[in-house]
C-alpha cells in the first residue's frame, strides 16, 4: 500500500556543502516559524561544537509539511569519523537530496555518502547548491554528479531519476531554481520536486507491527528512546511487542509512549502507522538494530551492521600538578561515572572500564569522533588526561593481524605532488590513483590507520597550507609492521614555575616552543620540540644572572617566536605512547608519562634489560 502523505528524504553531502543551511531555509519556507520569532542560523546545529566546527555530528530528524504532505527530513553528517550515523539512518529513507557545491563539485566525502546511498537503493535527487559564489559552474558540476554515479555502480533507474532531477539552489539566499538564471526566489520548486517526485513510502498499517530502531536518544527522566521507520503495521501506545535483539534474543516489551516527529520537535500521538518515522519510549535497554514486531506474527527484518571502532585512547583522572586550578570535575570517580553515562547515550562508541580500575577506554571511528567527546567533556568543567590514541587491530580465520585500513585523497598544487607522495610512502601508503587538473592534482591512498596520526599537520606543512586531505574507512588489511615514529624530541621542563623570557630565548634556538612568558609550567611537562631526535630536559625559568659591571637595562630585549599551540585532535596525533595529553576547561597540555627524570631513567633501564 503506497502512502501518498508521506515522503521520507535524506539529505548527505560533503563536509560544508550546506545541508544544515537548506534545512534552515526549508523549515522557514513550510512556516516553522511563528512571525518575527527569533532563531539562530543552522537551528539544526544545536550543539556548540557543532556551530563552531561548522559540521553536523549528529544525524537528526524534523518533519516539514508542504501541500498536505508530510515530508520527514534526516539532516546527516558529512564527516568520515560521523559515518555510522550516515550508515544507519538512510535505511529509514526512500529519496535523499544530494548536496553538491557548485564551484567545488563532488569531493570525497561526496563519493562516502553517495556510495551509501546508492548500495541504499535510494532514488536521488541533485541539488547544486552555492550558485552564487563566483566562478560557479552548475551545469558542469551536474556532469560530474552523473559520472560519479555511475562509477560508483548506481542502476540504470537511479541514474535516470537523477538525470531528470536536478535542482539549483543558493540555500543561504534562501532560493532554489529549475535553471540557474530563472530568477526564482524561493525555496518552491524544490519543495515541489519532492512532494511530485520523490517516491512514496510502501507499507500496510493493517499487517503485523515491524519497526527496526535505527538511532538511540536518550532522557534523564525515562532513558534510552528508540527512532526508527516502522515497516509494517501500526505502533501503539500501551501495546506489547516482541523485541528481537541483533543478536537473535527474543523479548516481550510494552511500549509506554509514542512520538512523531513534527517540524523541530516531537509531538505525543497515540499510534504511529507504517511508513512513518517515530521514537518509541519504553524499550529497556533499547539498542541500534532492535526489531520490535507483533508477538504473534513476527516479522524478520534485515539486521544494521555497525562498522566497529578503529581507535582507542584512555581516559585518566588527572595527576598534573595544576590539577583543580582550572576545571570544577576532577575526580576519578566522576569522570568513570560521565563516560558510563556516555555509554548509555552514545552507541557508536564502545567504553570499557580498564582492568586495573585506573582508567576508562574509549574506542571511536577516529581522531575527530573521540575529539568530540573530550571537548564536550572540558566544556562541562572536568580535567582528565588521555594518552597516545591506540589502533584497534583484529585478526582473520588463520589468525594472522590485520588492520583498519583507510581511503585518503589530497587535493593540492601539482608543484606539491612529490613531497605529498613522499609523506604518504613514509607512512606506509600505496598511491592508487592520480589525477592532474589545469593547476590541481589529485592523489589517492590507501595506508594504515596508524599512518595517519601526526600526518595531517605534515601535509599542510609540505603544501604550504594548500593541501585538502580527506580520508575514510576502507577494510581491515594485513599488518604493515612498524611505522616511523616522531623524529624530533621533545624539551621538558626540570622544575614547576614560570617559563620567563630569557630562558625561551635561549631554547628556541634549539627548537620550537610550545609555552610562552608568564606559562604555568610542571616538572615533566613538554613545553617545546628539538631540532634533533632525543629528549631534552631544560630549565624554563632560568633568569640572567646580573653582575655589577652590567645593569640589567642595558640587556635587549628578548625577540621571542610565538609557541606552537595544539587543538585536541593535534595533541593527540603528536604524543608518542611515553606522553600524555592534559585536557582541562582552559588548557591543552603535553606531558611524560612519568613526571620524574629520575623515573623516567629507571624506567628506560627496565625497559633495556627486559629486551
Not at 504532505?69 to 529509514?92: C, Q, Y
Not at 499487517?207 to 527496526?212: D, T
Amino acid at each position: 500500500m503506497i502512502q501518498d502523505g508521506l515522503r521520507n528524504i535524506a539529505i548527505i553531502a560533503h563536509v560544508d556543502h550546506g545541508k544544515t543551511t537548506l534545512v534552515d531555509k526549508l523549515l522557514r519556507a513550510t512556516d516553522a516559524f511563528r512571525e518575527g520569532q527569533q532563531v539562530q542560523e543552522r537551528v539544526l546545529d544545536s550543539n556548540d561544537q557543532e556551530r563552531e566546527r561548522g559540521i553536523t555530528i549528529l544525524a537528526k530528524n524534523i518533519s516539514i509539511e508542504h501541500r498536505g504532505v508530510k515530508i520527514n527530513v534526516i539532516d546527516t553528517p558529512g564527516h568520515a569519523d560521523f559515518g555510522g550515523e550516515v550508515e544507519r539512518v538512510l535505511k529509514m529513507a526512500d529519496g535523499a537530496l544530494l548536496l553538491v557545491d557548485a564551484y567545488e563539485g563532488p569531493m570525497p566525502q561526496t563519493r562516502f555518502v553517495l556510495t551509501h546511498a546508492i548500495e541504499a537503493g535510494l532514488q536521488i535527487m541533485i541539488v547544486v547548491n552555492k550558485i552564487d559564489r563566483d566562478a560557479a559552474r552548475p551545469r558542469e558540476v551536474v556532469d560530474d554528479v552523473l559520472d560519479l554515479m555511475l562509477d560508483l555502480g548506481a542502476s540504470d533507474e537511479q541514474l535516470e531519476f537523477a538525470m531528470e532531477h536536478v535542482v539549483f539552489a543558493s540555500a543561504v539566499n534562501g532560493y532554489a531554481r529549475l535553471d540557474p538564471d530563472d530568477g526564482n526566489d524561493d525555496m518552491l520548486p524544490l519543495l515541489d520536486m519532492i512532494v511530485d517526485d520523490m517516491p512514496r513510502p510502501e507499507a500496510d498499517p493493517d499487517g503485523p507491527l515491524a519497526m527496526q530502531c535505527v538511532t538511540i536518544d536518550h532522557s534523564d527522566y525515562v532513558g534510552r528512546i528508540a527512532i526508527g521507520r516502522v515497516w509494517s503495521g501500526t505502533v501503539r501506545r500501551g501495546e506489547r511487542a516482541l523485541v528481537v535483539k541483533s543478536s537473535g534474543e527474543e523479548r516481550l516489551a510494552q511500549v509506554k509512549q509514542v512520538f512523531t516527529f513534527d517540524y523541530l520537535g516531537r509531538v505525543e500521538c497515540e499510534e504511529v502507522a507504517a511508513g512513518d518515522i517515530c521514537a518509541v519510549v519504553g524499550i529497556e535497554d533499547a539498542d541500534i538494530g532492535d526489531v520490535y514486531t507483533d508477538p504473534e506474527s513476527p516479522v524478520a527484518l534485515e539486521p544494521i551492521v555497525i562498522d566497529p571502532p578503529t581507535m582507542a585512547v584512555v581516559f585518566e583522572a588527572s595527576t598534573s600538578p595544576l590539577v583543580g586550578r582550572e576545571g570544577e570535575v576532577v575526580g576519578g570517580r566522576q569522570l568513570k561515572q560521565r563516560l558510563m553515562q556516555e555509554r548509555e547515550n552514545n552507541v557508536t562508541m564502545r567504553i570499557e572500564e580498564q582492568s586495573d580500575g585506573l582508567g576508562v577506554e574509549v574506542a571511536g571511528r577516529g581522531i575527530l569522533h573521540l575529539s568530540v567527546l573530550m571537548e564536550e567533556m572540558r566544556r562541562e568543567g572536568f580535567e582528565f588526561q588521555v594518552g597516545r590514541p591506540r589502533v584497534l587491530f583484529s585478526e582473520d580465520g588463520n589468525g594472522n593481524r590485520l588492520e583498519p585500513i583507510e581511503s585518503a585523497v589530497v587535493e593540492c598544487p601539482d608543484e606539491y605532488s612529490g613531497k605529498v607522495i613522499e609523506l604518504f610512502g613514509g607512512a606506509s601508503g600505496i598511491m592508487v590513483g592520480m589525477e592532474s587538473g589545469m593547476s590541481q592534482c589529485r592523489l589517492e591512498f590507501h595506508i594504515p590507520t596508524r599512518g595517519l596520526l601526526g600526518l595531517r599537520n605534515k601535509v599542510l606543512n609540505v603544501t604550504h597550507g594548500e593541501g585538502v586531505f580527506y580520508h575514510t574507512f576502507l577494510e581491515y588489511g594485513p599488518y604493515a609492521g612498524d611505522l616511523g615514529k616522531r623524529q624530533n624530541g621533545a624539551m621538558i621542563s626540570m622544575s614547576t614555575d614560570k617559563a620567563v623570557s630569557y630562558a625561551l630565548g635561549t631554547l628556541q634556538e634549539r627548537g620550537q616552543m610550545f609555552v610562552g612568558p608568564g606559562d604555568e609550567c610542571y616538572e615533566g611537562m613538554i613545553v617545546g620540540e628539538r631540532s634533533k631526535p632525543g629528549d631534552m630536559v631544560v630549565n624554563v625559568a632560568r633568569t640572567k644572572q646580573l653582575g655589577n659591571q652590567r645593569a640589567s637595562t642595558a640587556d635587549i630585549a628578548v625577540q621571542l617566536t610565538p609557541p606552537r599551540t595544539f587543538t585536541l585532535e593535534e595533541a593527540l596525533e603528536y604524543i608518542m605512547d611515553d606522553e600524555l595529553v592534559e585536557v582541562t576547561p582552559k588548557s591543552v597540555r603535553l606531558r611524560k608519562k612519568l613526571l620524574s627524570e629520575i623515573d623516567r631513567r629507571k624506567a628506560r633501564v627496565k625497559e633495556m634489560n627486559a629486551s
